[in-house]
C-alpha cells in the first residue's frame, strides 16, 4: 500500500481509541495506515456534507458508529470476489470494505454525480487503487461481479430485482438489513438460497443482519 499524506483533526485523532475496540470486537486487523483511512474518510464525509448533503448524520460519534461500525460488521462475513455496491450513496459500505480489504477489487455505484464526485475525490487522497466510482443508474451499468452489496434498498425483493443481472454465475448478493425481513425471505425462497447472518455492530443497539442470497 503506498503511504498516504493525509492529517486529522484533532476530534477525529480523539476517535481512534473507539475504532480500535470496535475492531477488536469485530475481530479485525487493520493496520495504523487503514485505520487512518477510515477516520480520514470519516472526516471528510462530516466536511463535504455541509455542501453535497451526503448523510443526515452530522454528529461524529454517530457517524463513526452507524456508518462506520455498521459497513465494518460486514468485512468479516463478506463472500470472495469482485464486489459491486449499490445505491452506494457517500460509499458505504464500499469505501470501507475497499479500506479494510485492498485486493479486493470495490465498484461504487450511485447515480447521484455529487456522491459519486465525492468518493473519487477520497479514493484519490487514500490512495484506493482498488475503488472505482461510477456515477450511473444499475440498468446503465454493465458489468457481472462475485458479490453485490447495498444498505440503500428498504425492499429485499427490489434489491434482488435491480440486481440479479449484474451477478455472476455462482454469485452471491448480500443485503444489509435491518430487522431480518422474514416475509420478503420467504417470498424469495422458491427462487434463491437464502441464509441469514446475524450482524453485532460495536455501541450500536439494534438488529443488523446480513442476508445471503444465490441462485
Excluded at 459500505?93 to 477520497?122: E, G, H
Excluded at 450511473?136 to 434498498?153: D, K, L, M, N, P
Excluded at 425471505?185 to 450482524?199: E, G, K, P, R
Aim: charged content about 15%; overall charge neutral; aromatic content about 6%.
Amino acid at each position: 500500500m503506498a503511504q498516504i499524506n493525509v492529517k486529522l483533526q484533532p476530534q477525529y485523532v480523539k476517535l481512534q481509541p473507539q475504532l480500535q475496540q470496535a475492531l477488536s470486537e469485530l475481530k479485525l486487523q487493520l493496520s495504523d495506515e487503514q485505520q487512518l483511512q477510515l477516520l480520514y474518510y470519516l472526516q471528510q464525509l462530516l466536511f463535504w456534507n455541509k455542501a453535497y448533503n451526503l448523510t443526515a448524520i452530522k454528529d461524529d460519534q454517530q457517524a463513526l458508529i452507524k456508518h462506520i461500525f455498521d459497513s465494518l460488521s460486514i468485512v468479516p462475513f463478506l463472500p470472495a470476489g469482485d464486489l459491486l455496491d449499490i445505491g452506494t450513496g457517500a460509499g458505504l459500505p464500499a469505501v470501507i470494505v475497499a479500506i479494510c480489504q485492498p485486493q479486493r477489487a470495490v465498484t461504487a455505484l450511485d447515480s447521484n454525480q455529487k456522491k459519486i464526485r465525492f468518493i473519487k475525490q477520497v479514493a484519490s487522497e487514500l490512495g484506493l487503487k482498488n475503488l472505482t466510482p461510477v456515477a450511473s443508474r444499475i440498468e446503465a451499468h454493465a458489468g457481472s461481479y462475485q458479490v453485490i452489496t447495498s444498505r440503500a434498498f428498504a425492499s429485499l425483493v427490489d434489491f434482488v430485482t435491480h440486481s440479479q443481472s449484474k451477478l455472476a454465475d455462482n454469485g452471491i448478493i448480500c443485503a444489509m438489513k435491518g430487522v431480518e425481513p422474514v416475509d420478503e425471505i420467504q417470498a424469495l425462497q422458491n427462487d434463491w438460497q437464502i441464509n441469514t447472518q446475524v450482524l453485532t455492530v460495536p455501541e450500536l443497539y439494534e438488529s443488523r443482519h446480513l442476508i445471503y442470497l444465490q441462485r
